[in-house]
């Protein structure tokens, strides 16, 4: 293996300590992000999930009794993510995951409408 593989991948784990996210640090070194998974599971490291600062406090809050809506409003939040936070629901990309490991996916607008659209056009006209 040549020399500036192994400095890439000392230099990829320490950035990762530092950074928390493979695909971010393999961005900066330029390194291929599949390479860099590749790289952090032969190391036993992974990426670190992003937290939002003010969930702690949030969490804090509820646990005093405080309701929902204010909680949310006091660490600058959207009430459906407070939901979401009480809940358990991980959210990735357009899938929310529910704590009971239900899964719902949320198709973009375009695709909503014109599947209701070709429903109410199947043919008849509309008055």
Do not use: C
């Amino acid at each position: 293996m040549s020399l500036l593989i192994l400095w890439l991948r000392e230099r990829f784990r320490a950035r990762l300590d530092v950074v928390g996210s493979v695909t971010v640090v393999a961005r900066e070194l330029g390194v291929n992000r599949n390479t860099a998974f590749g790289w952090a599971r032969k190391a036993g490291l992974r990426s670190q999930r992003w937290r939002h600062p003010g969930r702690d406090e949030y969490e804090r809050l509820r646990a005093i009794g405080v309701a929902r809506r204010v909680a949310a409003r006091q660490v600058g939040v959207n009430e459906r993510t407070a939901k979401d936070w009480d809940w358990g629901v991980k959210k990735s990309g357009t899938t929310r995951t529910y704590a009971d490991g239900r899964r719902a996916e949320r198709r973009a607008i375009g695709e909503r409408l014109s599947s209701v659209a070709a429903s109410r056009h199947d043919g008849h006209r509309m008055a």
